[in-house]
């Protein structure tokens, strides 16, 4: 797909890799619609693209509610025109283990709460606005194309229940979709990302940084330009669809 003019809504758009996919697609000439929950993260985000010549607006939705999902894909069609793609960024963690004993006593469990929270954004909000942009796709009579963010997490990894399952999901989704909607021009993929710089291992200590750069065989973390460059090579590939690509520096041999 040529990017340019083209209307591409990304989730999760005000900051960290969602901000970075923006900025890259953007460069290439795409109309960017920046979905997230932060009216004040997202008017900064939108000001810095627009500094940098790249046309973008703001929409506050919570993906996980199908009522703001509609509402907010509806604006994003009436303002910038219908959607030729999404990137399904948004994502939230909520880590725990299954259950944590001592002495043969149970003492913590995963609430349901969490496990819900975690399904509710990251698996249910894929499907929300995967949908939405299908239907505009369809209805608009274009080609177009649908990524989906996961992890490399989807493999499964200690502590994150609920969220292995939903990136699990993620993938599942993008190959479903790419056999269903292959009929009417709609691509998908997927990315699964590492360990990537952003706010939130920032907030890491140096110590527990440095001891998962060195899990890396690259020896680093990723930086989320290094994600949007994958993402973007998903959307201009004409040939590729409903399948993942794992961009983790080798971390997941």
């Given amino acids: 797909m040529q990017l340019t003019d083209k209307v591409i809504a990304i989730t999760g758009g005000a900051r960290g890799l969602g901000f970075a996919i923006a900025q890259r697609l953007g460069a290439r000439g795409a109309k960017v619609a920046l979905l997230d929950q932060s009216a004040a993260a ?32 509806a604006d994003v069609a009436s303002r910038m025109g219908a959607v030729s793609g999404c990137v ?19 003492e913590k469990r995963m609430s349901l709460s969490a496990w819900q929270r975690v ?10 606005c995967g949908r939405e ?34 990136k699990a999901g993620v993938h599942a989704l993008t ?21 990537v710089a952003t706010d939130m291992t920032a907030s890491m200590r140096p110590d527990m940084l ?9 020896k680093q973390l990723g930086e ?15 040939y590729f669809t409903a399948r993942i690509i794992e961009c983790d520096g080798g971390l997941r041999l």
Wanted: hydrophobic share 45%.
């Fill in 175 to 195: 190959v479903t979709w790419g056999k269903e909607l292959a009929r009417y021009g709609i691509r998908t993929g997927t990315v699964a990302p590492g360990f």
């Fill in 42 to 73: 997202l008017d900064e985000a939108v000001s810095l693209l627009s500094s940098q010549s790249i046309e973008a607006q703001a929409f506050v939705v919570n993906v996980a509610d199908e009522e703001s999902v509609q509402t907010a894909f």
């Fill in 119 to 128: 399904l509710n954004v990251n698996l249910t909000g894929v499907f929300l």
């Fill in 133 to 166: 942009a299908a239907t505009q796709m369809v209805e608009a009579g274009h080609q177009g194309v649908i990524v989906n963010i996961s992890s490399i997490s989807r493999a499964g990894n200690m502590g994150q229940s609920n969220y292995a399952a939903a």
């Fill in 224 to 238: 989320p330009d290094n994600i949007a460059q994958s993402v973007a090579f998903i959307f201009e590939n004409d």
């Fill in 88 to 106: 399904n960024n948004a994502g939230v963690t909520d880590d725990a283990l299954l259950i944590k004993a001592k002495d043969g006593s149970v």
């Fill in 210 to 218: 440095e001891r998962i750069a060195d899990s890396v065989p690259l």
